[in-house]
């Protein structure tokens, strides 16, 4: 039986196709018991596998729900839940949630199913049955001993416990008990705020996490050299280890107390120091230049990154947009491709000790270490070896978190491959620019939504946080539009590109130093993007007609740029070829920034900045309009028209009022009209790129 045949054996649907699950009584235990449900890859080899519906640990990728304490029935019945809710979602046919979300949603179900075994109630079916008021009962112990939900205040997510989303599990009557006794408790049923979007890092505090990377790489690169040459002296000694008649579960025994090989440590002492957590500041120079989430930039492997035509890219797995795994590539610049060429050489280096370990005959390991090595090497994974002096051993590739009583031992030990290791103090200016982006506030869900930092505090840096700072910077600093960032983001929809860009209007000039790469790449394509546009006669604009008719005589005037002058000819280029126009547009237009409703091309000598309200644009001789930006001036006029008419019924004095921001309207409405009427491309001769 496949997974697809379980799930239509476990469950049932209604005419609208609203999902529950088969009584216990009702399936065929013995038939699905052995069926596959999930299956895992670890360099553990008590973690890889098939997953089958009886184990009581499963596995995903970054997340694991246990079962040990559930059985008979009630152990079906949330087993059951879980898989739909994974795989279908509430609807047959449906898509579902991801694995890490059910595992977190579903810690409440177990400990009701818990509660219940407890009182000798087998199944949750049979819970429905029993007296109203036994029943209510056991939801106030559920609350108060299970859940310790009994302060006022607390939140809860009553995720499987509510109507139509819980496959049928509780009875109508059942859940009104439950929303009664909750709301007693003066407990949040759900979330009761509106979420907050993630901060970004701080652009102060940023630098300081990449200068710390540049010092880091630095060092590494001085002595990735001298390593390396020591490290292949210590793996020709592997190679040549004699039998000892031990069989080894670890790299660390192989080398213990063998003096051949321990006279070669010493040389790699030095270079383990630069070396040792690389990967951690190379991870760090992904998410931030890339704008990857998280599980993408972990997957990278050997050769992810590459330079074609000048442009840099880093190769990914995407799994966030769709169900299967799909490899794509993300735009980086020439630092983050140096850093992972770095990491590179460190990662071979250390999967050398692994192969001469198998190859040499002589040294006998166990199964696990043997599956340790070889998954380790098959994955190929670039953050996938953990650091160690004279040991090789391989990861699942994960980031390090910061446990609960980490968090309240600061002075604990912790994962070292974790973004917590770049903790610094907030500034007051890190706060201002916080909370002028309106995001000074240290978590975006859980019970201290909202809460605000204070200078001094430490800042704790997330995956995410890298994902939003990318994006925000893009957009404020106008050097890509939405759907740039789109592409670059893997989106589905611009409608989630807008969340990440949102805040992008409010921008401060601090964090251009660190992206200057991008801004070279994005305004060269933007470029190309407009030189062909010109060659099919689509810009509108003033700026837009007067490289439209260049593409069309081939000529281009040049025009004074100051003074009373301004706008006269005073030189004319030539070009052989439609193509060779293009050529110049691309490299002349270095000085272009990107507005939301068109391109100006004056660079620095335009004094208008973030003009949101474009009427006075729209004649310079140094504004542009491409074919994607007309749907911006379209809304405009529309917004501008609507106004106009709520305006235009209103009696004469009420109108006095809003007179002047009639006045805006207008000038809105009949510059968008300018732009939009002036369509007629230009019929040029010559092939189009």
């Known amino acids: 039986m496949k997974i697809i045949d379980l799930i239509e054996h476990i469950s049932q649907s209604d005419e609208t196709g609203l999902l529950t699950i088969k009584p216990f009584t009702e399936v065929d235990y013995d038939r699905i018991k052995s069926v596959v449900v999930y299956k895992t890859?670890?360099?553990?080899?008590?973690r890889h596998g098939d997953i089958t519906f009886c184990d009581d640990m499963w596995r995903g990728l970054n997340a694991s729900v246990n079962f040990t304490t559930l059985s008979g029935a009630v152990k079906y019945e949330v087993k059951s839940v879980f898989l739909l809710a994974n795989y279908n979602g509430i609807f047959e046919g449906g898509s579902g949630i991801k694995f890490s979300s059910v595992c977190n949603q579903i810690k409440p179900l177990i400990r009701f199913g818990e509660l219940i075994q407890e009182y000798n109630v087998d199944s949750?079916?049979?819970?429905?049955?029993?007296?109203?008021l036994v029943k209510r009962n056991h939801f106030i112990n559920f609350f108060k001993d299970k859940l310790v939900l009994d302060n006022a205040g607390s939140s809860f997510n009553p995720k499987f416990f509510e109507e139509n989303v819980n496959y049928g599990l509780f009875s109508e009557d059942t859940l009104v008990i439950f929303r009664e006794e909750l709301a007693k408790l003066n407990i949040f049923y759900g979330r009761q705020e509106k979420p907050k979007s993630y901060p970004i890092v701080p652009s102060g505090l940023l630098k300081k996490v990449i200068a710390e990377c540049e010092m880091k790489f630095a060092s590494a690169r001085e002595i990735i050299n001298e390593w390396e040459a020591a490290n292949d002296n210590y793996v020709r000694a592997i190679h040549n280890a004699i039998d000892t008649g031990i069989r080894y579960s670890n790299a660390s025994s192989i080398v213990n107390k063998r003096s051949e090989i321990n006279t070669l440590v010493e040389p790699l002492r030095l270079g383990f120091k630069a070396l040792n957590n690389l990967k951690l500041h190379v991870l760090l120079y992904i998410l931030t230049y890339t704008g990857m989430r998280k599980e993408e930039a972990l997957s990278c492997v050997i050769g992810c990154s590459s330079k074609h035509d000048g442009k840099y890219y880093v190769e990914?797995?995407?799994?966030?947009t769709d169900?299967?795994?799909?490899?794509?590539?993300?735009?980086?610049?020439?630092d983050t491709h140096e850093a992972i060429a770095l990491l590179e050489r460190y990662v071979k280096a250390m999967h050398k000790r692994a192969i001469a370990i198998l190859e040499n005959p002589k040294i006998k390991i166990t199964d696990e270490f043997d599956h340790q090595l070889r998954h380790g090497l098959n994955m190929n994974f670039l953050f996938g070896v953990i650091d160690n002096l004279t040991s090789i051993k391989f990861s699942?590739?994960?980031?390090?978190?910061?446990?609960?009583?980490?968090?309240?031992?600061?002075d604990g030990k912790e994962p070292k491959f974790s973004l917590h290791k770049f903790e610094y103090a907030l500034t007051a200016k890190d706060l201002d620019q916080l909370e002028s982006l309106g995001c000074n506030y240290k978590s975006v869900r859980g019970h201290n939504l909202g809460e605000k930092y204070v200078e001094g505090e430490i800042f704790h840096i997330t995956p995410h946080m890298l994902r939003h700072n990318f994006a925000w910077f893009i957009i404020a600093n106008r050097l890509?539009?939405?759907?740039?960032?789109k592409h670059q983001f893997k989106h589905l929809a611009s409608s989630m590109t807008m969340v990440y860009a949102s805040r992008g209007y409010e921008s401060p000039d601090e964090m251009i130093g660190l992206f200057e790469d991008f801004e070279e790449l994005l305004v060269n394509n933007i470029a190309q993007n407009i030189a062909t546009e010109a060659a099919e006669g689509t810009l509108t604009g003033e700026a837009g007609k007067r490289l439209n008719n260049g593409a069309k005589s081939l000529i281009f005037n040049?025009?004074?740029?100051?003074?009373?002058?301004t706008g006269r000819t005073v030189k004319q280029i030539h070009f052989k070829s439609l193509d060779a126009y293009k050529v110049f547009l691309a490299e002349n237009l270095k000085n272009i920034r990107g507005l939301p409703h068109g391109y100006c091309t004056a660079g620095p000598a335009c004094k208008l900045k973030n003009v949101g309200l474009p009427s006075g644009c729209v004649y310079c001789p140094s504004y542009l309009v491409t074919e994607q930006q007309r749907v911006h001036w379209q809304a405009m006029k529309n917004f501008a028209d609507e106004k106009l008419g709520f305006y235009n019924q209103l009696p004469p004095e009420k109108q006095s009022e809003y007179s002047l921001m009639a006045e805006s309207w207008r000038d809105t409405s009949n510059a968008a009209d300018v732009i939009l009427t002036d369509k007629s491309p230009l019929k040029v001769e010559g092939v189009v790129a």
Do not use: C, Y
């Open 124 to 132: 949750i079916a049979k819970f429905n049955l029993l007296p109203s």
């Open 396 to 410: 699942d590739a994960h980031l390090g978190a910061r446990s609960s009583a980490q968090a309240k031992e600061p």
């Open 316 to 320: 990914a797995v995407l799994t966030k």
């Open 323 to 334: 169900e299967t795994k799909k490899t794509m590539k993300w735009v980086a610049n020439q």
């Open 41 to 46: 890859e670890s360099v553990n080899s008590k």
């Open 480 to 485: 890509g539009e939405l759907d740039d960032i």
């Open 558 to 565: 040049v025009t004074a740029s100051n003074g009373s002058d």
